[in-house]
């Protein structure tokens, strides 16, 4: 009898340009918002209020811009990374149009390149995914690398094939939401006075606060994108691998740095696009997350005065408050309390 059930796809049944249409859409609602602000406490005006949103010319309140990447993400696990070890890294991530309640996202990905590891028991497969929403608007556009077992160590791998990927987004190709304007942004309700003029590139904003992982949440999280990676849900398995516990899904660890950019950024209404990622070392349920930010550029946004682009670092540490600017140690490697190195751009009002 044929098998009904879905093991997953393994590193050898990849090949260079396969493409997989997603399975399911997803409907965002109101509670998937409220549960997110439940998770993150996340405190952006854009985000927190349909009033203030309205203002700027939004059709309501839009969906956290990291909730729909999320809820992209989470669409491409069963074929891609069921049976991932870990997620590595992003590159070339566009957002596009904002997610509001009642929009459908589906996801599509494209596999751009394979490299077996050393070792034989795994490979690294580069895709690009582009998710996008019941009216045909992309949502957001991005490729990532994830490391996946193989099904067996001795079955032989295709030939190394490692794309070529832009090491920043060209600030002219960020998208700003069409029918919006910025200068009625106040400044008081959003719960932050510094605008794009007052950040300088070098500057660095150590964001103070901790958030400790809970074992609950970070998998309440990991379910609310349905994100079914293994390494996150299964004790029993995990009891028995590298680590002996689960993993923290690395994006739990973006959002709470995201959260916790607010407190110095308070202004940074929008992710626009992710130049770089890496989840440089594992997280678990009891670690306490930490974050600071750096000012790497500046642009502005074409034929726009009320707005304008910052391109950030925001370094997310383990059990380490960043007062230290905490990164890379004297041999260049991430130092082990450095568990997130973000490279993106933010919207900021003029």
Not at 9 to 28: K, M
Not at 139 to 151: L, Q
């Amino acid at each position: 009898m044929a098998a009904k059930t879905n093991p997953g796809n393994f590193f050898e049944d990849f090949s260079l340009g396969q493409v997989f249409e997603h399975a399911t859409p997803r409907t965002i609602t109101d509670g998937d918002i409220a549960l997110y602000t439940g998770l993150y406490g996340g405190r952006f005006a854009v985000q927190s209020s349909a009033e203030f949103a309205k203002s700027l010319g939004y059709a309501g309140q839009p969906v956290d811009d990291l909730l729909a990447f999320h809820v992209a993400f989470g669409k491409t696990v069963p074929e891609i990374s069921l049976n991932a070890v870990a997620n590595l890294g992003y590159a070339e991530g566009i957002f596009g149009a904002p997610v509001f309640a009642g929009d459908t996202i589906r996801t599509t990905s494209e596999v751009i390149g394979l490299k077996e590891n050393s070792s034989g028991k795994t490979g690294v497969v580069f895709v690009r995914s582009v998710a996008t929403k019941q009216t045909g608007e992309t949502v957001v556009d991005y490729k990532r690398w994830v490391m996946v077992n193989k099904r067996d160590a001795s079955n032989a791998a295709a030939e190394a094939v490692t794309p070529d990927l832009k090491d920043v987004v060209d600030a002219a190709d960020l998208v700003l939401p069409e029918g919006t304007d910025f200068g009625a942004y106040d400044t008081t309700l959003a719960g932050g006075a510094e605008r794009w003029g007052d950040y300088a590139i070098g500057e660095k904003i150590d964001h103070v606060d901790g958030t400790t992982v809970e074992e609950a949440e970070h998998m309440m999280a990991t379910r609310l994108y349905q994100n079914t990676a293994k390494v996150h849900f299964n004790q029993f398995t995990q009891a028995q691998g590298r680590f002996g516990k689960r993993l923290v899904y690395g994006g739990h660890v973006i959002s709470i740095a995201r959260a916790l950019s607010f407190n110095g950024l308070a202004n940074a209404f929008r992710v626009a696009a992710i130049n770089a990622g890496s989840h440089t070392n594992p997280i678990f349920a009891g670690d306490t997350v930490f974050a600071w930010s750096e000012v790497l550029d500046k642009a502005e946004c074409p034929g726009r005065d009320d707005v304008g682009a910052i391109r950030l670092r925001t370094v997310a540490t383990k059990d380490h408050p960043p007062a230290d600017f905490p990164h890379k140690g004297d041999d260049g490697k991430y130092l082990p309390h450095v568990v997130l190195d973000l490279d993106y751009w933010v919207l900021m009002p003029r």
